[in-house]
């Protein structure tokens, strides 16, 4: 399979997502530049963090506008696996492929720090490796990370289990205490109705190397991995 | 001349007098402008330049000494070298303190990108007042944003740095920033001109009107007109600054012979002279092809122009396109607005003619002084701390004791609490410190580690200081700065490998604070010696004083250590119940009281005072910090943490504290003075654990090096207790800890 970066002017984390994919997994990845439309030869893009275009106006207000996001948008639409990370989460929910917004956080400071996911849905591509209500261990690093989405979309996604994780203790408690940045519903990941678009604030890149503190982002690429082999026999 | 004209440019009369001498003629305004910025303190070290020459530059890793380019580079081996350099913004962070800080951050980026290398790491050493005065608390909160903004915007982890609050920084606080970059050994590049011919092209944010006059305006005192000065004060933008750090990148991966520069204070006037210099070469420069912000702009302004976020780019012509296509790539604006000349002069050139031309040397070479230093009487007197005077500790506060002696148990809390002692994660969890995947231990520790993709090894990188020491003893003070950075980083387990220093003094025109800076630097010079440590890089930050009133001399060291095995990386908390607590280095009572309380966090805030003679045996420390490196090497020590504010006591429980473990079974019997013993802020003391089989070859190494060890207790259970003395739960030290500096800023408001 093929991992494509996106990398728009800004972005940050699209070398760390490099490092973990092709030095820590050995797959097959490349950089997709923000100006490029042709995704063909790639199995799952992905939106990393950073301030692409300074965040200026709105974190991913400008973003979603670049040529490679109606090729993201042509991709996720035909079933590929698009996963946005920080920012590249921000963007997708700017460019509409995944409901609600990232506010401001509650407490108006940035946050950089280790927080617990609870896995809500092991039932998707990016979270087949792990075990119902399993608790990961990730960091955050953002401003603007406070999930809103109105009433009926909020009941929809919690109804149709497409919130994928959730901000909780150590002990997989979803309390006002794990949320560090004011997310309704403690929600740190949703997933489109099709299942193949996933948005996540925390850094799971952060988190795929026991000696940077945790490996337990390593759930998602391995699941990543295992779907998309699983669907292209070699 | 017009004296007005002289002060607006920071010029003496002597010093114009120089340059008419030099020249042959008078300077006309243009000319005058850029000597005058290029002679200020900032750009021409005229004080510390003689100064900085006692500091020892030379080791067989260093690969770019100080002075020689933008930052100053050594090998780590692997092929990697690794760049670094400190810098001020003291002076813009005054006026306007988002700005200011932000603005210091995209400097020292710069510096560190311009070499080809990629930094991998910031570390801010700042100094407030007070946060019971709501200035302090309003420069506090802009300087922590302004670093948070730009530096996670650049996407460069924030990994490090100190805070301290002392009412002599109320009106100067200091905004010290380091940046440390990682670079392949065969990419570096250099700030100079190749040969005469090649193309200047200026790249990145267009020119304006702001930051003229910076750097004359960083080498002057604070007055009641500051406020005023706010203009001088350049903006930041952090995304053409990440822009601008890709683009130069690629440029050093290319390999194409370019040479770069970063504008920095004095803009295109420095950059382009700075090169020049350094190649030998004269520039021309045409201020018609300099992209501008706005109308109007005088080749005056355009010269000085500060405005951030720009570099200067040295090519061959041949080149010229396929420069540009890097630049275009990144959607960065450049223009090629000179050339490389043979002839050493610096012209420019405006409308087609001729309107100022000055030789390369004139500017690059000002007078420096060397004056006659002379302490303060009353300085002096202040060495002598009188302890007769002074209540030791009681044990607990009984209704008959009248004594008001402070209670052990209170004093620990509220040092913890203190907002020079407690907790600075509300401040480091504002900046991204992980992104580049690289942090093995990040902020909080004694040192922060990142390591090095691709090898088994590791950096470690620390900033220090003590404005305290160095006031009572300015001499003593700065040794203790260099041998507190160089314990930080061994308590990690690194080796120091290389330094960077920010000298941030008072006016040096005055005889007291030319003695504070003269005595530092030689204190700086004695201890890098005694550790073998090189100097590679350095700023100096002069004036830094309102109305007479001086910052405490703070000479801010920057270190960065080397670790071979990532496996062998230590951190400050304990590790496991029933492990052997250990003091290395000078016994807990077995030095002199008064000079264990000199200049301590105990002393000020539970006596408010700041007295005494600081001291520190550069031997014995050397030999303690040998002992602790080995012992971490071949893994007997299991966790190391620095004896500094606080003291003992203090270190100790900040072990338990990051460990989540207690303290228990140490039966201390002070022979002295019992706040000296666990309070006193002795030098060259490292507080270990050992898991009790590894106590003998911990003892055989420590008699190898010389160095007293002192069984102290063991790691256990939630509680701290020294028998006897003192028995607190866990979590009420935690709790002070923690919450100490956000009270402080909750209980000011």
């Not at chain 1, 406070?146 to 289990?161: I, K, S, W």
């Amino acid at each position: 399979m093929r991992f494509g970066i996106v990398r728009f002017p800004g972005t940050w984390s699209d070398l760390d997502c490099f490092h973990v994919l092709s030095e820590v997994y050995g797959q097959d990845v490349r950089y997709v530049w923000h100006r490029e439309t042709d995704l063909s030869d790639l199995d799952c893009v992905i939106l990393p963090g950073g301030f692409s275009y300074g965040d200026y106006l709105r974190p991913g207000a400008i973003a979603r506008f670049s040529p490679v996001m109606g090729a993201v948008a042509d991709f996720a639409a035909a079933g590929k696996l698009v996963l946005g990370i920080c920012n590249g989460f921000q963007i997708l929910c700017e460019a509409g492929l995944l409901p609600g917004a990232l506010l401001r956080n509650n407490h108006l400071q940035f946050r950089c720090q280790w927080v617990y996911l609870r896995v809500e849905n092991t039932e998707t591509p990016f979270t087949l490796a792990c075990v119902q209500g399993q608790v990961l261990k990730i960091p955050i690093s953002h401003g603007d990370g406070n999930y809103f989405a109105d009433p009926e979309t909020l009941a929809e996604l919690e109804r149709t289990g497409r919130v994928v994780f959730r901000y909780a203790t150590p002990a997989g408690e979803v309390t006002p205490e794990a949320n560090p940045n004011g997310s309704v519903n403690n929600i740190a990941g949703i997933i489109n109705r099709a299942g193949n678009v996933l948005g996540m604030m925390p850094h799971p890149e952060r988190a795929s190397e026991e000696v940077l503190g945790s490996a337990d982002g390593r759930y998602i690429w391995d699941s990543i991995i295992r779907w998309v082999d699983g669907r292209n026999p070699a | 001349m017009d004296a007005t004209l002289l002060k607006q440019v920071g010029l003496t009369e002597y010093e114009y007098g120089l340059v008419v001498e030099r020249l042959g003629r008078a300077p006309n305004h243009l000319e005058l402008g850029m000597v005058g910025a290029l002679w200020s303190e900032h750009c021409g070290y005229k004080h510390t330049k003689p100064l900085l020459k006692m500091l020892p530059s030379a080791g067989p890793r260093v690969v770019v000494g100080p002075g020689e380019e933008n930052a100053g580079v050594v090998s780590i081996g692997d092929g990697y070298v690794v760049a670094l350099k400190i810098e001020s913004h003291n002076h813009p962070s005054a006026v306007e303190p988002y700005q200011g800080a932000a603005t210091g951050v995209g400097g020292i980026l710069r510096d560190i990108f311009t070499m080809g290398a990629r930094p991998i790491a910031l570390l801010d050493s700042l100094r407030f007042g007070p946060l019971s005065l709501p200035r302090n608390r309003y420069l506090f909160n802009g300087v922590v944003s302004g670093i948070a903004d730009y530096g996670n915007c650049v996407g460069v982890p924030t990994v490090g740095g100190e805070v301290f609050f002392d009412p002599a920084y109320s009106e100067n606080p200091l905004v010290n920033v380091m940046c440390v970059g990682l670079a392949k050994a065969d990419r570096l590049l250099r700030a100079r001109t190749g040969r005469p011919g090649d193309l200047l092209i200026l790249v990145g944010a267009a020119t304006g009107r702001d930051g003229i006059h910076g750097a004359t305006f960083a080498s002057a005192t604070l007055g009641a007109e500051t406020e005023a000065l706010r203009p001088a004060v350049q903006v930041g933008d952090p995304f053409t600054e990440k822009l601008l750090l890709e683009a130069c990148l690629e440029l050093a991966e290319s390999g194409l012979p370019v040479g770069l520069q970063d504008l920095g204070a004095a803009g295109i006037t420095a950059a382009a002279v700075e090169a020049a210099a350094r190649g030998g070469h004269g520039v021309e420069i045409d201020v018609d092809r300099v992209p501008r912000r706005e109308a109007g702009m005088t080749p005056y302004e355009v010269m000085l122009s500060e405005s951030q976020e720009r570099m200067l780019v040295i090519a061959r012509p041949e080149d010229e396109a396929k420069v540009g296509a890097i630049f275009e790539k990144w959607g960065l604006n450049y223009s090629t607005i000179g050339r490389v000349t043979a002839d050493g002069l610096v012209r420019v050139l405006a409308g087609g003619e001729v309107v100022g031309e000055l030789p390369v040397r004139l500017l690059t070479e000002p007078p420096t002084y060397r004056l006659e230093g002379r302490p303060l009487p009353e300085w002096i007197e202040r060495r002598r701390l009188d302890l007769s005077a002074l209540a030791d500790l009681r044990l607990f506060a009984t209704p008959w004791d009248s004594s008001g002696a402070p209670v052990v148990s209170d004093v620990l809390i509220r040092l913890l609490a203190s907002p020079n002692i407690a907790s600075k994660e509300y401040v480091f969890r504002q900046y991204d410190h992980q992104v580049l995947v690289n942090t093995v231990v990040g902020p909080g520790a004694d040192a922060a580690v990142l390591r090095v993709k691709g090898t088994s090894r590791a950096i470690a990188v620390t900033t220090d200081g003590n404005g305290r020491f160095c006031f009572l003893n300015p001499y003593v003070g700065a040794m203790i700065a260099v041998a507190e950075a160089a314990r930080n980083l061994v308590c990690v387990g690194a080796e120091p490998i290389a330094a960077t220093d920010c000298l941030n003094f008072g006016n040096p025109e005055r005889p007291e604070i030319y003695w504070q800076l003269e005595e530092a630097v030689r204190g700086m010079a004695d201890a890098l010696r005694a550790l073998e440590i090189p100097v590679v890089s350095g700023n100096a930050s002069l004036y830094n004083e309102t109305e007479g009133r001086a910052v405490l001399p703070t000479p801010i060291v920057g270190m960065v250590g080397l670790i071979d095995d990532l496996s062998h990386v230590c951190t400050p908390g304990f590790k496991a119940e029933g492990d052997l607590v250990v003091l290395v280095g000078p016994p807990p009572d077995g030095v002199d009281p008064a000079s264990a309380l000199a200049g301590s966090e105990y002393l000020s805030l539970v006596h408010n005072q700041v007295r005494g003679e600081p001291d520190i045996d550069l031997d014995l420390e050397r030999r303690v910090q040998l002992t602790v490196l080995e012992g971490i090497r071949r893994g007997i020590i299991r966790s190391a943490h620095d004896c500094s504010e606080g003291g003992l006591a203090v270190a100790l429980a900040e072990c338990c504290i990051h460990g989540g473990i207690g303290f228990r079974d140490w039966a201390f019997e002070p022979g002295g003075r019992l706040d000296a013993a666990l309070f006193g802020e002795t030098q060259s003391r490292v507080v270990v654990s050992v898991s009790p089989g590894q106590f003998a070859r911990l003892q055989e190494l420590a008699r190898n090096f010389g160095v007293p060890l002192t069984k102290l207790g063991i790691v256990g259970g939630q509680r701290f207790t020294i028998k006897g003395i003192v028995d607190l739960p866990l979590g009420v030290l935690a709790e002070a800890w923690r919450q100490g500096l956000v009270r402080a800023l909750e209980g000011a408001s």
